[in-house]
């Protein structure tokens, strides 16, 4: 499973370098922003890279922390810009209004909170349970709601332009972040697995992620093909 971490952290990172031209020009920032969380994330979820870090700042897990509230920032990122690349209006609306940044803040607040409570513990990539599992078990579920909950918004979205949309790379591009988006809502239901799943777990949280960046990519790459169409 490390492999398949290590080639979904080369991608962003990769999709993240390409843009850095087009960035200094002025020109979407968010998107490359976007990728360097991303690659950053996904870093902070491999052993090797997350102990490091996590030593760096105490050895109490508050890599862990840090890597939750990187992916409230790109599950709203991500949201937003999907959300404009097909004209969402009301799902961006819904995202960034009261309802969308309320449940925003109390996902973030209840995060701090449970990691509060549940009390320090030995600094482990994936987390191990305590002597309290109750906080525990909030913290982890807190950490899938807010990205699922971004998924929820917009896939009504992906699914019209699946069906809609004229252009072959848009509506490929829609697809794959409906599936990413799908994947990413199944993860809600990883309380109800057993342990022996974890891989199971580990294979979805990543290819929720591929399937997203490659539909960002595809998104860029239907964006290149109108600009040539119109200049025709």
Do not use: C, K
């Not at 969402?88 to 009261?98: S, W, Y």
């Amino acid at each position: 499973m490390t492999a398949l971490a290590w080639v979904t952290f080369a991608l962003a990172l990769v999709l993240a370098l390409v843009r850095i031209p087009s960035a200094l020009r002025g020109e979407n920032r968010l998107m490359m922003a976007l990728f360097a969380l991303l690659a950053l994330a996904v870093l902070l979820s491999i052993r090797v890279p997350y102990l490091a870090v996590d030593a760096a700042l105490g050895g109490i897990n508050l890599a862990n922390l840090l890597l939750r509230f990187l992916i409230y920032a790109i599950a709203l990122l991500l949201a937003v810009r999907i959300a404009r690349a097909f004209s969402a209006r009301g799902a961006q609306h819904a995202l960034l209004g009261p309802w969308g940044l309320s449940a925003l803040a109390v996902v973030g607040v209840g995060t701090v909170v449970s990691f509060l409570l549940m009390g320090l513990l030995p600094s482990s990539v994936g987390l191990r349970a305590g002597d309290d599992q109750t906080w525990f078990d909030l913290y982890g579920e807190l950490g899938r709601v807010y990205p699922a909950f971004t998924g929820v918004v917009l896939l009504p979205s992906l699914l019209r332009a699946l069906r809609r949309s004229t252009l072959t790379t848009l509506r490929a591009a829609a697809g794959l972040l409906a599936a990413g988006y799908v994947v990413l809502a199944l993860t809600i239901l990883f309380p109800l697995m057993p342990d022996s799943w974890l891989p199971v777990q580990q294979a979805m949280n990543y290819s929720s992620i591929l399937f997203l960046l490659t539909g960002l990519a595809t998104i860029w790459i239907a964006g290149g093909i109108a600009r040539r169409r119109a200049d025709a």
